[in-house]
């Protein structure tokens, strides 16, 4: 089946008075319905950027230089970059809707819960108030939120994080979109509140078939959610495959690093493995492989240009010179 949303060569940079900041650099991945694709990196990587190029929330001095985004979910295929503004203020909410970190950006503290839920279904669906209230009282029972008749009257102050997040969610999933993008939604929740966020996210996509783009720094949270994962570093994809793949056969030396960082369950470990070096400079970047300086399997060639992104093995794609290519499972995490 055709993916609901296919990104291509996607570029955005920030003209910066120091100088251009490349933050995303020729993005390209597809989503299908009822897909999750997770995207990885460290904080800097250009995950948010090519989320936000994607809902076209990038402003001055930010510009997407390059690319395309199609979206097939209404019938046809549209470049979400070329459509005027009310379009897409349309797409944005009905058919693509996007979880933040922080509920309370998304949240308007003068107004209920309930009073900004049925915003939005009204909004978007063509009902009376009532039925939108209706509407508003069984999603926030979809997302768990107890006495969720009372719950409608209370103000966002009134909720606890966990819960504010979860009301997000129904607001996010009120008009069921097709596509849904979380910006690290759980990373300002505490541990265990986070895996019940996670859990519900995943039922509601699951009985939604939603297409969810979900981004979080911690390959660990999206181990038991993602369908495919796409590996950020520098503004770059640096690997792109199965969730499987990359736990089981990572191929790039910054995946295996990053799952290094993971606490592991299974063993013992005194502290969690640090990953060498910084976050390279985004300013001003030279065309070679942004991971170069922090690789421990550099090549010469390495600082000098900078490598294709390769599909390796059927739908594993790897941007490296000098990736680990292993042959038994077992062999395939370092340090195992
Ligand atoms: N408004 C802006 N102006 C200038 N530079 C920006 C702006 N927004 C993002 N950037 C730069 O773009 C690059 C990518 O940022 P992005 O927010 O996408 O990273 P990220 O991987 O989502 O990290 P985090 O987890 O910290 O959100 C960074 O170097 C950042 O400084």
């Not at 008009?175 to 509140?193: G, S, Y």
Request: glycine share 6%; with cysteine; net charge negative.
């Amino acid at each position: 089946m055709e993916p609901i949303l296919s990104v291509r060569n996607l570029s955005t940079w920030f003209y910066m008075e120091e100088g251009i900041v490349k933050a995303v650099n020729e993005v390209n991945f597809d989503l299908h319905e009822n897909e999750v694709v997770g995207i990885v990196g460290e904080t800097g990587s250009g995950k948010s950027v090519t989320v936000r190029s994607i809902m076209r929330l990038i402003h001055k001095p930010g510009k997407i230089v390059d690319g395309q985004v199609i979206y097939r979910g209404r019938g046809k295929e549209e470049d979400i970059l070329k459509l005027p503004e009310d379009e897409m203020t349309k797409i944005r909410g009905e058919e693509i809707s996007m979880v933040f970190q922080d509920p309370l950006t998304s949240l308007n503290p003068l107004y209920t819960i309930g009073d900004q839920l049925v915003e939005t279904i009204i909004q978007h669906q063509d009902v009376d108030r009532k039925t939108a209230w209706e509407i508003g009282i069984e999603m926030l029972k979809k997302v768990q939120i107890p006495e969720a008749e009372k719950r409608m009257m209370a103000y966002p102050f009134e909720f606890s994080g966990g819960m504010r997040q979860r009301a997000v969610i129904a607001i996010a999933l009120s008009c069921n979109p097709k596509v849904l993008i979380a910006d690290e939604p759980t990373t300002a929740l505490d541990v265990t509140i986070q895996a019940q966020i996670l859990d519900l996210m995943r039922e509601l996509q699951k009985e939604f078939k939603t297409g969810l783009l979900f981004i979080t720094h911690d390959l660990g949270v999206i181990a038991s959610m993602a369908d495919r994962i796409i590996v950020m570093y520098g503004g770059r994809q640096m690997e792109f495959a199965s969730a499987e793949d990359i736990f089981y056969k990572p191929m790039h030396p910054y995946t295996h690093m990053l799952l290094r960082a993971i606490p592991r369950l299974d063993k013992k470990q005194d502290k969690l493995e640090a990953i060498p070096g910084q976050p390279p400079r985004m300013i001003d970047v030279p065309n070679i492989c942004p991971f170069a300086p922090r690789c421990p399997r550099r090549l010469d060639k390495c600082t000098k240009e900078l490598p294709e992104f390769t599909e390796i093995e059927p739908g594993h794609y790897v941007r490296c010179f000098n990736p680990v290519i292993e042959t038994k499972k077992s062999e395939a995490i370092a340090n195992e």
